[in-house]
T-cell receptor, first 112, second 109 residues
Framework: AQTIHQWPVAEIKAVGSPLSLGCTIKGKSSPNLYWYWQATGGTLQQLFYSITVGQVESVVQLNLSASRPKDDQFILSTEKLLLSHSGFYLC???????????FGPGTRLLVL | GQQVQQSPASLVLQEGENAELQCNFSTSLNSMQWFYQRPGGSLVSLFYNPSGTKHSGRLTSTTVIKERRSSLHISSSQTTDSGTYLCAHSGGSNAKLTFGKGTKLSVKS
């Protein structure tokens, strides 16, 4: 069975500090991977997607970057957090490009 | 850019009642999905339905491409159905998926 794990579960960070959020998918090879962000009370937005290792496409510019160092790993990061980065971050995978997406449990981030 | 309008914004039902949630798109449709967002925030995929009608238990999704709309029907609602229902659309693939603001459903016992 496929499992998707996100870390950390929650984080409180200071403005200007760096951030790294992780996502790992087990039990499925070469999945398409996605990062999403939702501000509190806001609309879910797709940030990045990746169809293969080392290849990441940006959808929304939020002063964040993403990388896919391994087939089963997707990393979201920034060197300098902004207050506006607060919210809920979700990672997802799909088997094919036009297919059901499966979401991780999410990471809640508060920037102070 | 793409816009996704969901209605109603919120809905309160008595247990056992049916619900009809709507999703309208401003651009041509190629990919259409429905999700359930739990109160804690995590998402569950309900339907990947670019066209036609699909059923899953008490849920039915109908997408009419020409009319640029999709609906989610919940029959015999239960208190455990409470949460937010999101629809998402893209002009093609899962890439560049645009979400609606959601319908917040509350089912009372």
């Amino acid at each position: 069975a496929q499992t998707i794990h996100q870390w950390p579960v929650a984080e409180i960070k200071a403005v200007g500090s760096p951030l790294s959020l992780g996502c790992t998918i087990k039990g499925k090879s070469s999945p398409n991977l996605y990062w999403y962000w939702q501000a509190t009370g806001g609309t879910l937005q797709q940030l990045f997607y990746s169809i293969t290792v080392g290849q990441v496409e940006s959808v929304v510019q939020l002063n964040l970057s993403a990388s896919r160092p391994k087939d089963d790993q997707f990393i979201l990061s920034t060197e300098k957090l902004l207050l506006s980065h607060s919210g809920f971050y979700l990672c997802a995978w799909s088997l094919e490009d036009r297919d059901t997406q499966y979401f991780g449990p999410g990471t809640r981030l508060l920037v102070l | 850019g793409q816009q996704v309008q969901q209605s109603p914004a919120s809905l309160v039902l008595q247990e056992g009642e049916n619900a009809e949630l709507q999703c309208n798109f401003s651009t041509s449709l190629n990919s259409m999905q429905w999700f359930y967002q739990r109160p804690g925030g995590s998402l569950v995929s309900l339907f990947y339905n670019p066209s036609g009608t699909k059923h899953s238990g008490r849920l039915t999704s109908t997408t009419v491409i020409k009319e640029r709309r999709s609906s989610l029907h919940i029959s015999s609602s239960q208190t455990t159905d409470s949460g937010t229902y999101l629809c998402a659309h893209s002009g093609g693939s899962n890439a560049k998926l645009t979400f609606g603001k959601g319908t917040k459903l509350s089912v009372k016992s």
